[in-house]
């Protein structure tokens, strides 16, 4: 008979950096991350968010960096305090984002599309080039990005987040292409995700938001945890530049 051992699973030696990471799918990921072994930096907006993350996470495997993903010194600062506490940024997970408007292209406020950019896309190109110089350049890792369907077909109401998501797929085919081959980069597009985040898609109607899903619900943190801890594993060695989609069977309906 095998002897079945309980408590934390030994330490893999690696490190991850997941942005937005306090709750939703941020918190998902890192608590996949995490549960094999992983040490994991989360960041977030709210230092006492974090701080209640991480000590869900595992305070002993878990830094907390608060900040704005947006903010110059605050990617700085995260990926710093990764290289001081653990030594190493083996991986990256941009997760961190912004939908600011619901409502049509044509009304957009320009300074609102600004920021929904400077959040989505520039940002996650910020921290890729710091964890790029700071240890992927010459050791390797991986990058996961945090992209949506919406960014795969038009979506009504949410425009301007569809097209950042867009961007994101489109970051994730050039960073694959510019940091193979010791970096591989993919992206994850999720449906709706049930989260604070997406609440407004969802809330309150929930049973007639899932009907169009083959899988008959809507996904959830975990869904998207397990996708980014495969892609973030020597199971997906030869993957990269690709974009998964994580719908449900959504795109299945399509032009039904």
């Known amino acids: 008979m095998t002897e079945q051992h309980s408590g934390p699973p030994a330490p893999s030696g690696k490190v991850a950096l997941v942005t937005g990471a306090s709750r939703g799918i941020g918190y998902g990921i890192a608590e996949a991350l995490v549960a094999r072994g992983d040490r994991v930096v989360i960041t977030g907006r709210n230092e006492d968010t974090l701080k209640e993350a991480a000590e869900k996470l595992g305070a002993d495997r878990v830094l907390c960096v608060a900040g704005k993903a947006h903010d110059e010194s605050h990617q700085a600062v995260a990926v710093e305090r ?28 320009l300074g609102v599309a600004r920021k929904v950019f400077e959040t989505n896309v520039v940002s996650a190109l910020g921290f890729a080039q710091r964890t790029w110089h700071a240890w992927q350049k010459d050791n390797g890792g991986a990058i996961v990005n945090i992209a949506s369907i919406a960014g795969l077909a038009p979506s009504p109401f949410i425009g301007a987040y569809g097209i950042s998501k867009a961007a994101m797929v489109n970051l994730t085919i050039q960073l694959a292409h510019e940091f193979a081959p010791g970096v591989r980069v993919n992206s994850i597009a999720p449906a709706v995700i049930k989260t604070k985040f997406a609440a407004a898609l969802y809330e309150n109607r929930e049973e007639e938001a899932a009907a169009g899903y083959p899988m008959a619900r809507l996904g959830v943190p975990e869904d998207i945890g397990g996708a980014a801890a495969f892609l973030l594993s020597d199971a997906a060695g030869w993957i990269t530049g690709q974009n998964l989609v994580v719908d449900g069977g959504l795109f299945l309906n399509a032009g039904v």
């Open 82 to 109: 990764a290289m001081e506490t653990f030594g190493r940024v083996d991986y990256l997970v941009n997760n961190a984002g912004t939908n600011p408007v619901f409502g049509p292209i044509a009304d957009l406020d």
